[in-house]
């Protein structure tokens, strides 16, 4: 049974800094394409970032120079790290895994997990 459980959201000051984290289980994970997508109320779901199996990154424009994912293969998690936060980043950030490969355009995998909201305040 895969499960993915995100950690980490919460509200925060326009400028402010979060780090999520994402814990996988029942997959592979070093050999998973991982991602964080986010949606925002009203809108449909986006791709936020992506890393690969060898760490290479794929960004939305929106967050580049502002957000670094990374993951950590012996633990079995991925981390988005939220800094210059903005009222625009407001939104349900999901983790994401299921792909293999070498690719990391953002379309995501199968297994989602349960979100956790992030709320910036201006």
């Known amino acids: 049974q895969v499960q993915l459980v995100e950690s980490g959201g919460g509200l925060v000051q326009a400028g402010g800094s979060l780090r999520l984290s994402c814990v996988a289980s029942?997959?592979?994970?070093?050999?998973?394409?991982m991602g964080w997508y986010r949606q925002a109320p009203g809108k449909q779901r986006e791709s936020v970032a992506i890393i690969g199996i060898v760490a290479r990154t794929n960004y939305a424009d929106s967050v580049k120079g502002r957000f670094t994912i990374s993951r950590d293969n012996a633990k079995n998690t991925v981390y988005l790290q939220m800094n210059s936060l903005k009222p625009d980043d407001t939104a349900v950030y999901y983790c994401?895994?299921?792909?293999?490969?070498?690719?990391?355009?953002?379309?995501?995998?199968?297994?989602w997990g349960q979100g956790t909201q992030v709320t910036v305040s201006s």
């Open positions: 994401n895994a299921g792909r293999t490969g070498w690719s990391i355009t953002p379309i995501p995998g199968a297994y």
């Open positions: 029942g997959i592979d994970f070093s050999r998973n394409v």
